[in-house]
């Protein structure tokens, strides 16, 4: 059975890993990493970037519960119709 990437990816999180967009890139074969966070996101995963310290360049997408502010946008959102 195959997998996509972003079936690999949100495995990947959904299991515990921290991901940085090289290792989207280079361990998931992934072009554009962040164009699979977002088909993430689209999808309802709730996909979190966190950064390093000040200063620091890295940075890593993890998963988590969404804010309550982020589910009530989307309901608001669907109340207003303008997602389907």
């Known amino acids: ?3 996509t990437i ?5 495995c990947a999180l959904e299991n515990g890993k ?5 290792t989207i890139s280079n361990r998931y074969g992934a072009g554009n990493p962040g164009a699979v966070i977002q088909a993430l996101r ?3 995963t709730p996909v979190f970037l966190n950064k390093g310290p000040k200063g ?3 940075k890593v997408y ?5 804010s309550k ?3 009530g946008a989307g309901y608001k959102a ?4 303008l997602i389907k």
């Open 62 to 66: 993890r998963t988590g519960k969404a």
């Open 1 to 3: 059975m195959t997998s």
């Open 78 to 81: 669907l109340a207003q119709g």
């Open 69 to 71: 502010r982020v589910i």
């Open 42 to 44: 689209f999808a309802g």
């Open 56 to 58: 620091s360049k890295s």
């Open 18 to 22: 921290a991901l940085s967009t090289a």
């Open 6 to 10: 972003q079936e690999k990816v949100k």
